[in-house]
């Protein structure tokens, strides 16, 4: 049974995505932990409802952002978290938590990277122009979603697409991608070999494509 701690700062939708494919018996999977940012976050319903302990850590209580990510570390640590999620956390992750979880925190991303990295990955597709988007899981390095990518899917973006739209059309399949590339994990199927993950019995899932004419 994989020991996930999941990390977020608002709504948690992906969380949620995460939560119903374990309670469904699709993932082997355990979440020992919710920890969050920002005392309001959605999330931290959706972890009352579904009896997750849940803990908000406040970085303006540390005098650094390395002594922030050490709390967070010795907190999975103490709880032997062995995969770490970032569902929806709106920081950037520093050293004393990647150097304890090496290729195991995974992170999802609105966009297709290395396209539109950062924040606004939806409105930075709609900006310049694209045609097709999507979104990304992947490993999380010392970098701004620069990590190994593990699963992408795509969406068409529409002329008279709006952010709102397109992050909606987006969304839907992150909260499909997400939990499959967790499974993928938990499952022990992925090897990271430099910065390419590759994924041991895989068939490329439909799920990477949608019909170009949804909207
Ligand atoms: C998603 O768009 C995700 O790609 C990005 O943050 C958003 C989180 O949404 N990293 P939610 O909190 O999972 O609903």
């Not at 699709?26 to 932990?33: G, L, M, P």
């Not at 319903?45 to 650094?64: M, S, V, W, Y």
């Not at 697409?161 to 499974?183: C, G, N, Q, V, Y």
């Amino acid at each position: 049974m994989l020991r996930i701690g999941v990390l977020a700062s608002g709504r948690g939708s992906n969380f949620q995505a995460i939560i119903d494919e374990i309670e469904a018996g699709r993932i082997t999977a355990k979440i020992e932990i919710l920890i969050v940012d920002n005392p309001n976050a959605y999330a931290i319903e959706r972890a009352k409802k579904h009896g997750i302990p849940h803990l908000f850590i406040n970085p303006k209580d540390f005098e650094t952002k390395e002594k922030f990510y050490e709390r967070i570390r010795d907190e999975l640590l103490s709880r032997e978290v062995e995969l770490v999620v970032l569902a929806g956390f709106m920081r950037i992750v520093r050293k004393p938590l990647l150097e304890a979880y090496p290729n195991r925190i995974m992170n999802i991303h609105p966009a297709l990277l290395p396209s539109f990295p950062g924040l606004h990955g939806q409105r930075q597709a709609i900006d310049y122009g694209v045609k097709i988007s999507g979104c990304t899981v992947h490993f999380v390095d010392e970098g701004v979603d620069t990590g190994p990518i593990i699963i992408q899917a795509a969406v068409p973006v529409h002329p008279d697409d709006t952010e709102e739209r397109l992050s909606e059309r987006i969304l839907k399949l992150e909260h499909k991608i997400f939990p499959e590339a967790i499974r993928l994990f938990a499952e022990g199927r992925l090897k990271v070999e430099g910065r390419k993950v590759k994924i041991e019995n895989y068939r490329l899932p439909e799920i990477q494509f949608t019909n170009p004419e949804t909207r």
